[in-house]
Nanobody, 116 residues
Framework: QVQLVESGGGLVQPGGSLRLSCAAS????????MAWYRQPPGKERELVAT????????SYADSVKGRFTISRDNPKNTVYLQINSLKPDDTAVYYC?????????WGQGTQVTVSS
């Protein structure tokens, strides 16, 4: 069955960096546009970044442009999110998923907390 396992989150100081990973299984990863989403505390989940099937085209929410970089490794069925220059507003649970998201499925996410 479909599975998405996110990892790499943590507690970081403002200005710090993290690299998030998402291991996918149960579907043909290379055939799908993938994305990172995040859900800040008390808010709705939002789309952060997307990457096309071969990784040739990426897109970002305005709030993260220039600080976040999405990438993928199709042989490893993994999508990454490099996040730099972290701000307190980046505090959220980060999820990966397809675009559009798999109906009725989200992984457990990985918590990113930005605080001094």
């Amino acid at each position: 069955q479909v599975q998405l396992v996110e990892s790499g989150g943590g507690l970081v100081q403002p200005g710090g960096s993290l690299r998030l990973s998402c291991a996918a299984s149960g579907f043909t990863f290379r055939n799908y546009v993938m994305a990172w989403y995040r859900q800040p505390p008390g808010k709705e989940r939002e789309l952060v970044a997307t990457i096309t099937t071969a990784g040739g085209t990426t897109s970002y929410a305005d709030s993260v442009k220039g600080r976040f970089t999405i990438s993928r490794d199709n042989p490893k069925n993994t999508v990454y999110l490099q996040i730099n220059s972290l701000k307190p507003d980046d505090t959220a649970v980060y999820y990966c998923n397809r675009v559009p998201p798999i109906r009725g499925y989200w992984g457990q996410g990985t918590q990113v907390t930005v605080s001094s």
